[in-house]
């Protein structure tokens, strides 16, 4: 049964306007406006940390018709979502399916935004908005709902790694060898990749010190916004790297590696959001399809002697992971744990674990 219609709009800073009806909690809100080309994936995509502030828009055309799974926790980590809340300030969609059938679903997608008070809008060309996103840039916007004023918003002004992150350390696994994940937005997945290869993962909040604690390897994590804004997890990196341990990075780790070794970065025109982007892997020029999620880049022309670039963006030539030459230090700016995704790239985690043994 078709739900009651409430009409609505989303506002664009440069002026546009698109108009469109509620699906889910009925609430202004403003926020960045990015877009992810991802055809399926959204109960993972929705509950990644690195979406927080952001309105985001799905260019699939149709969203909804497999539902959302139940919250369920296993082990500590949510089985199916990527946190234990929706990230995102507001959904965009083309067309939202009323009627879902999934042997996983519980709920609606609209039901589920509902519960998180997270506003959703279709009836949206979200072809036309995503063209304009791609020709001028990740813009500000707000989702507007009867006659409600509300003042655009820059997320990536504030430091949002310190909204996400957890407050106190966690742990998960029973592994011999310890791997500190600084949880700068960590998606559960990269604690189940970890834990499923045998590592005891101690889960820390972004500026929670640890140098002087006994570990194996140092895990950077994914996360929102500016990594600039992420003055102390940089110094605290900085001095992990002078105990040697293997560290791994993976995208915001990627750009927080980076800043410990020297390197700059620098915020993208509208980002790399999909499960399809080719990297190429500098010397074998061997090509992985993989899953992304991101707004800022490593300037790989800045990174220090001692570094080199390890992958490349095969659409744009961007940064897309970097490794120091005789360190075990490393990172990526895609996902390698995937959810949504391919996995082609999981052998990531193999490649850490082989270090840190």
């Known amino acids: ?74 082990d500590g980590l949510n089985e199916w979502f990527e946190s234990s809340r929706v990230q995102i300030a507001g959904l965009i969609v083309s ?32 072809r036309m908005l995503t063209k304009r996103l791609r020709e001028e ?15 655009f918003y820059d997320p990536n002004k504030l430091n949002l790694v310190e909204k996400v992150s957890v407050k106190a350390p966690v742990e998960y ?12 937005g960590a998606k559960d997945n990269i604690v189940r990749n970890l834990v499923e290869r045998n590592l005891r993962v101690k889960k820390v909040p972004w500026n929670y010190d ?24 940089i110094d605290i990196v900085r001095a992990a790297m002078d105990r040697d341990k293997p560290i791994f990075g993976i995208c915001m780790g990627n750009q927080i590696l980076s800043l410990a070794a020297g390197a700059d970065t620098y915020k993208l025109k509208f980002g790399h959001r999909s499960q399809n982007q080719p990297c190429v892997e500098v010397g074998t020029k061997r090509c992985y399809i993989t ?8 300037d790989g022309r800045t ?41 082609d790239t999981s052998i990531l985690f193999d490649d850490f674990k082989r270090m840190i043994i």
């Not at 640890?210 to 997890?233: A, Q, Y």
């Not at 961007?318 to 075990?328: A, C, S, V, Y």
């Open 1 to 74: 049964m078709e739900e009651k219609k409430i009409k609505a709009r989303l506002e664009l800073e440069d002026g546009s306007v698109f108009h469109g009806y509620s699906f889910g909690a009925a609430k202004s809100v403003a926020g960045e406006v990015v877009f992810n080309t991802s055809m399926v994936g959204y109960p993972e995509s929705l509950t990644d940390p690195s979406y927080y502030g952001q309105i985001l828009v799905l260019t699939y055309p149709l969203i909804g018709n497999y539902g959302v799974p139940e919250s369920r926790i296993v």
């Open 95 to 126: 067309e939202y399916s009323m009627d879902y059938q999934h042997w996983s679903a519980q709920k609606s997608l609209g039901q589920w935004l509902v519960e998180h008070d997270v506003p959703g809008l279709y009836g949206i060309d979200t």
């Open 137 to 151: 840039g990740a813009m500000l916007g707000r989702m507007l709902f009867f006659t409600e004023a509300l003042d």
């Open 173 to 184: 696994g029973a592994g011999e060898k310890k791997v500190i994940l600084i949880d700068c």
């Open 210 to 233: 640890f140098t002087n604690e006994d570990f194996d390897g140092l895990m950077i994590s994914n996360g929102p916004g500016d990594p600039k804004m992420c003055r102390e997890t």
């Open 291 to 298: 899953s992304q999620n991101h707004g800022y880049a490593v």
């Open 303 to 343: 990174l220090p002697d001692g570094w080199e670039p390890w992958f490349v963006n095969a659409n744009d030539g961007t940064n897309e992971g970097i490794r120091h030459k005789t360190r075990p230090f490393l990172s990526v700016q895609f996902h390698p744990e995937a959810a949504p995704g391919p996995v």
